[in-house]
């Protein structure tokens, strides 16, 4: 689980967007890169690899509870699983 903002270098000027801190983009400066915040559930692979599975990415409403969303998220996403027979 993740909540923070889905980055997106081009929206700078869009609503509710927000800024997250990054290094090491293109020229290996610090930069703000604008975005929005994003409920994000991945999967991690087993064993030695970095790979992730993105099950489900939901976008936060300005003044939404990141927690209750969450759970409401991680609930749907574990019965999206059971349902698939995973």
Same mark, same amino acid.
């Given at each position: 689980?993740?909540?923070?903002?889905?980055?997106?270098?081009?929206?700078?000027?869009?609503?509710?967007?927000?800024? +997250?801190?990054?290094?090491?983009?293109? /020229?290996?400066?610090?930069?703000?890169? =604008? @975005?929005?915040?994003?409920?994000? %559930?991945? *999967?991690?692979?087993?064993? +030695?690899?970095?790979?992730?599975?993105? /099950?489900?990415?939901?976008?936060?409403? =300005? @003044?939404?509870?990141?927690?209750? %969303?969450? *759970?409401?998220?991680?609930?749907?996403?574990?019965?999206?699983?059971?349902?698939?027979?995973?």
């Amino acid at each position: 689980m993740d909540v923070s903002p889905w980055l997106r270098p081009d929206v700078d000027t869009s609503l509710d967007c927000s800024c +997250r801190h990054t290094f090491g983009r293109g /020229l290996g400066k610090h930069q703000m890169v =604008p @975005g929005w915040p994003s409920s994000i %559930v991945a *999967a991690l692979e087993t064993g +030695r690899t970095s790979w992730t599975a993105l /099950l489900d990415a939901f976008p936060l409403e =300005p @003044g939404t509870d990141p927690a209750a %969303v969450t *759970a409401g998220q991680v609930r749907e996403v574990i019965e999206r699983l059971i349902r698939a027979g995973q």
